[in-house]
């Protein structure tokens, strides 16, 4: 193994420890807008290292089956080691602007805070209902504000010490408006289109167990610090610590996803 894909691995590892805690919390609701059911076919697009498709697993049951695709090779392994012991599931390097698979292959349809990175969402929309079987049901998750988020608070912080990253940064809010949503849904053909949001703030021991996945390169948030100098690195860390107003004990991180889901 080369050193830079060890090192791509370790930060997909490192992006299980910084997301998942949060990312589990929402992926019921998730599901439950894409009204899975037993024996369902699902694709789980964006899968990043398998969390939401291992929780459609438990639901769709051993007559159903869960695809899990993502662009990066690094997730999609991962997602295959958490998924190995599941004769009922795959994982494959896939674009979800432009999936290979045929037309209505599946009964339902996930991105679980996903949508916002794809550079043109309403391809990914469309492609999302092709693949889709009348009657199907594509469900995705998305951010709303930074200080609402688990990491945006964070990428906020490193773009005021980092313009070039502003605009990237920024994108990640982009969908977070449900009309918009609306709007996109329905131009890439769904109809019945839902949208609601949840809220939920999550308790962390240290301000430490919060930051330290970030730091050691997880998620995007972490490798876009792991670019930066060390005195860099060092002043975002004591700016994010200040705005959570860190005394040495736990840290609160407020939370917000907003859902849409439309029908084929």
């Known amino acids: ?10 930060a997909a590892a490192e992006y299980d420890r910084a997301m998942s805690s949060s990312s589990a919390y929402f992926i019921p609701f998730l599901l439950r807008a894409a009204r899975l059911a037993p024996g369902q ?5 964006a899968s990043g290292t398998g969390i939401a498709t291992e929780a459609a697993l438990n639901i769709v049951g051993p007559r159903g089956s869960v695809t899990a695709v993502d662009i990066s090779p690094q997730m999609a392994e991962q997602a295959r080691r958490r998924l190995a012991k599941f004769s009922n599931a795959s994982a494959a390097v896939e674009d979800g602007q432009a999936l290979t698979f045929p037309d209505t292959s599946f009964d339902a ?10 550079s043109d969402p309403l391809r990914g929309l469309s492609e999302f209902c092709r693949v889709l079987r009348s009657g199907g049901r594509a469900a995705v998750s998305v951010l709303t504000v930074p200080e609402r988020s688990y990491n945006g608070r964070i990428n906020f912080v490193i773009a005021r010490y980092v313009p070039s990253l502003a605009e990237a940064s920024a994108r990640t809010f982009a969908l977070g408006d449900a009309a ?3 709007v996109l849904f329905g131009d890439a053909g769904f109809t019945d289109v ?5 809220k939920h703030t999550f308790v962390l021991p240290s301000f430490d167990a919060y930051y330290g996945p970030f730091e050691r390169g997880g998620a995007s ?3 876009a610090l ?4 060390e005195e860099t690195r060092r002043a975002i860390r004591e700016e994010v610590r200040r705005d959570l107003g860190d005394t040495g004990g736990p840290v609160e991180i407020e939370m917000e996803i907003r859902f849409a889901s439309g029908c084929r």
């Not at 080369?2 to 691995?9: F, S």
């Not at 076919?41 to 697009?45: C, G, K, P, T």
């Not at 349809?109 to 794809?118: A, N």
Request: glycine share 4%; charged share 20%; with cysteine.
């Open 194 to 198: 839902e949208t609601y949001t949840e």
């Open 226 to 229: 792991l670019s930066l100098p």
């Open 41 to 45: 076919a699902v694709l789980d697009v």
């Open 180 to 182: 918009r949503l609306q």
């Open 109 to 118: 349809v996930l991105c679980s805070v996903g949508l916002m990175f794809f």
């Open 1 to 10: 193994m080369t050193d830079e894909l060890a090192y791509r691995e370790e």
């Open 221 to 223: 948030t972490g490798q």
